[in-house]
């Protein structure tokens, strides 16, 4: 079992940046893979980006690829979505996720554990 809370939403103007941080509870992090999804209004939760229990494996959507970084330190069970060059459309709720499975999953089913999500609002 694992808790997941998310911090460091919040408004940004468009070009912006902000740094998501996902601190987890429980002992066995370092042997989740952990990402970040995304809920805008009115829209399914979609994958924004992935890294596997080491770090050394990560994985992103398309619309985030070299505006947004995954990383985690496993050290103090925190995972990190740095957001660069952020646009109007990546206005939404930010959720931290873990899965116990041995590789990176996009769809929302084979996730085990949620945290309460985080508002991002980018301003034009």
């Known amino acids: 079992q694992v808790q997941l809370v998310e911090s460091g939403g919040g408004l940004v103007q468009a070009g912006g940046s902000l740094r998501l941080s996902c601190a987890a509870s429980?002992?066995?992090?370092?042997?989740?893979?952990m990402g970040w999804f995304r809920q805008a209004p009115g829209k399914e939760r979609e994958f924004a980006a992935a890294?596997?229990?080491?770090?050394?494996?990560?994985y992103y959507a398309e619309f985030v690829k070299g505006r947004f970084t995954i990383d985690r330190h496993n050290a103090n069970n925190t995972v990190y979505l740095q957001m660069n060059s952020l646009k109007l459309e990546d206005t939404a709720v930010y959720f931290c996720?873990?899965?116990?499975?041995?590789?990176?999953?996009?769809?929302?089913?084979?996730?085990?554990?949620w945290g309460q999500g985080t508002q991002v609002t980018v301003s034009s």
């Open positions: 996720a873990a899965a116990t499975v041995p590789y990176i999953p996009v769809k929302t089913d084979n996730w085990a554990y």
């Open positions: 429980g002992r066995t992090f370092s042997s989740y893979v």
């Open positions: 890294i596997n229990w080491s770090g050394g494996n990560t």
